[in-house]
T-cell receptor, first 114, second 116 residues
Framework: KAGVTQTPRYLIKTRGQQVTLSCSPI?????VSWYQQTPGQGLQFLFE???????NKGNFPGRFSGRQFSNSRSEMNVSTLELGDSALYLC?????????????FGAGTRLSVL | AQSVTQLGSHVSVSEGALVLLRCNYS??????LFWYVQYPNQGLQLLLK??????LVKGINGFEAEFKKSETSFHLTKPSAHMSDAAEYFC??????????????FGQGTTLQVKP
């Protein structure tokens, strides 16, 4: 069974631009979560989607948004990019939106904002 | 509110020595606890999880962790370190019980160095 797939793996953008990252969960998984990883702040929760609905949102500005499609694939969008948005963005999928379920992580998309 | 503290951002051991990575949590409800490992340029891989069954949890690659409620700890151990264990390790917590969220709260991570 294929794992969590994130595309693209690397992105370079300039300040003010917007970016869309994609995540394909493991087949049969209906819950997708996004995390931002930076050296200074570590791993921080962005949002969680289940059955196309946002279930939880972390403490990030409104420039960060996401959505989930009927096939459980998810995208996240960051508008008006800032230098501080440079990070590794990780997507995780699980069977259901339940805390005991294992989150399976993708390899991430590394975003560099110049 | 929940939080995780990993004591020691860097731990260095010799090959064959005991590995001990410390994790303390804070949670207002019974927690579920996880240890993940991250190798360079990769995502996170689950090592083991505690979900209120046995307090001593065995994971992959010879790692294990013990849930100690009285100490609010979930330390990760391995009797004998291998060079391949060099990576960054993350402890994470999520609300236990029938909580319907998969949101993980992570510690700051501990980089394990294994010396030959």
């Amino acid at each position: 069974k294929a794992g969590v797939t994130q595309t693209p793996r690397y992105l370079i953008k300039t300040r003010g631009q917007q970016v869309t990252l994609s995540c394909s969960p493991i087949s049969g998984h209906r819950s997708v979560s996004w995390y931002q990883q930076t050296p200074g702040q570590g791993l921080q929760f962005l949002f969680e989607y289940f059955s196309e609905t946002q279930r939880n949102k972390g403490n990030f500005p409104g420039r960060f948004s996401g959505r989930q499609f009927s096939n459980s694939r998810s995208e996240m969008n960051v508008s008006t990019l800032e230098l501080g948005d440079s990070a590794l963005y990780l997507c995780a999928s699980s069977l259901e939106a339940a805390s005991k379920n294992i989150q399976y992580f993708g390899a991430g998309t590394r975003l560099s904002v110049l | 509110a929940q939080s995780v503290t990993q004591l020691g951002s860097h731990v260095s051991v010799s090959e064959g020595a005991l590995v001990l990575l410390r994790c303390n949590y804070s949670s207002s409800v019974p927690p579920y606890l996880f240890w993940y490992v991250q190798y360079p340029n990769q995502g996170l891989q689950l090592l083991l999880k505690y979900t209120s069954a046995a307090t001593l949890v065995k994971g992959i690659n010879g790692f294990e962790a013990e849930f100690k409620k009285s100490e609010t700890s979930f330390h990760l151990t391995k009797p004998s370190a291998h060079m391949s264990d060099a990576a960054e390790y993350f402890c994470a917590v999520t609300p236990g019980g029938s909580s319907n969220t998969g949101k993980l709260i992570f510690g700051q991570g501990t980089t394990l160095q294994v010396k030959p």
